[in-house]
Structure formats: C-alpha cells, structure tokens
C-alpha cells in the first residue's frame, strides 16, 4: 500500500469508529480532504483512491487545482477567510462555502451565483465563532439567529443555506473541543427548529480533533495534515 492508501485507510477506520461510537452511521460523515498547500500529484492519489471532497482557503491558489480535476467531478468546499470583493470566482468553482461569516457576504455570493447559466446552487455554511475567541472569524453564536432571520428576509436565488461550521481550539484538550462541538450542535438544532430541515450540516473537526467533532454530531470534518502528511 502506498503511504497515500495507508493515510487515508486509517482515516476512513477512525471516522467510522468515532461515528459507531456515537450510535451513527458511517455514511452520515462526509471526510473532507483539506488540499490547500498541496500538490496536484497529492491530490490525484487520493482521487485515485476514491476521495471526492477537497478543501481549500485560498481562491488563487486553489482554481489552477480546480480547473485541473475539471474531467473528475469533485466537490470542492472553500473553508478560507473571503472578503465580499473577492468572490468572484467562488460560484462556479466551488460547490460549498464554509466561511460565511456575514449576512453582507452571503448576499454577495448570491448575486455572483446568480450571473451564472444554468449552475448548481452554492451551498453555504454560517462559520461561527463559538468560543468568541477574538482572533478568529466568525458569526458570534448570539448573531446566528439574527443574520439567518434577516437572509431569509429576500429570496437567495443561487445560493442555499445548509448549516453551520466552527474552526475548533487549537491544540485544545478534549473537554474544551467537545463543548465547543456540543455548542454548535445545538445551535444547528435551534436553526433547524426556526428555520427549517435545509439546516442540517455541521462543518467541524480537523485532524486533531475529529472524532471528537463526530461524537458530537458533524457530518463534515475538514482533514489536512492527517491526510497528506504535514504541509510543505
Ligand atoms: C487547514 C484547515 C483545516 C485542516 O487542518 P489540519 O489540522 O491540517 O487537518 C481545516 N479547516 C480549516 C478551516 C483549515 O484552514
């Protein structure tokens, strides 16, 4: 096996054991391999292997990659920090947005989805900030409900709102990572109970801490390093 296979072998066993443990189906877990730093010849082994969710934090980085597995059909999912002047190139591109962390933002991505012939809708996640950690981005938990009430206020057209997704602690210990986990999940509850079923996914976890997000109920978990191998 090659080092790739063996990665992502171990990987795929941890995630569904995390997610037996919590008395959920495998399946429910979309593994989303965080490619940003990585090479075109990375990313095709793990294509090859059969992975189809791909992450990346930069556009300019990320649209020569995108455009180069155009044949294969994969969902890319942009999980880095987006200015509303800068989105031009997201809707067409990328299939999700996580980072939106403004209503501003998400109305721009609409209008840019929009322009589109005849695209798929972009999908998008609110990121919240769950432990109002002043270094990060993100909706605060308390502006969730605010910033949804007034997106729904106008139609999206382009655009469909799916969840949630938070960046955990760096480095945390477990109790800190599952209570900012367990947050999020209710959070998304309460969207839903307000909002509606299209609430229903939750971008959290990376490769320190997701079993501990799948325990807790992510559907998404974001791995890069564990993956690949640590970024060059
Ligand atoms: C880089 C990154 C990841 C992946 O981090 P690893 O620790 O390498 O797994 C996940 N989510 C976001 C938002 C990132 O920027």
């Given amino acids: 096996m090659s080092p790739a296979s063996e990665r992502l072998d171990a990987i795929r066993r941890r995630v569904a054991e995390a997610a037996r443990r919590a008395g959920r189906a495998p399946e429910e877990v979309r593994l989303i391999a965080v490619s940003k730093t990585q090479s075109i010849a990375a990313i095709q082994a793990l294509v090859e292997l059969g992975v189809r969710d791909f992450g990346e934090s930069q556009a300019q980085e990320a649209l020569p990659k995108i455009e180069h597995f155009r044949a294969a059909t994969l969902n890319w999912h942009f999980i880095g920090h987006l200015q509303s002047n800068k989105t031009r190139h997201i809707p067409g591109t990328f299939q999700w947005v996580h980072s939106v962390d403004s209503a501003r933002l998400a109305r721009r991505l609409a209008e840019v ?76 509850e309460g969207c839903r109970q307000r909002f509606g079923d299209s609430f229903r996914e939750l971008s959290m976890g990376m490769s320190d801490d997701f079993e501990t997000a799948i325990e807790e109920g992510a559907t998404m978990v974001r791995v890069g390093t564990a993956l690949f191998g640590s970024r060059g």
């Fill in 113 to 188: 989805a929009g322009e589109g012939v005849g695209s798929q809708q972009l999908k998008l996640l609110l990121q919240v900030n769950v432990a109002a950690d002043p270094a990060k981005h993100g909706l605060l938990p308390r502006e969730v409900y605010p910033t949804v009430e007034d997106l729904l206020r106008q139609p999206l057209a382009g655009v469909q709102l799916c969840g949630l997704m938070t960046i955990g602690y760096l480095h945390a210990d477990e109790d800190r990572a599952r209570a900012s986990f367990s947050g999020l999940r209710d959070l998304l």
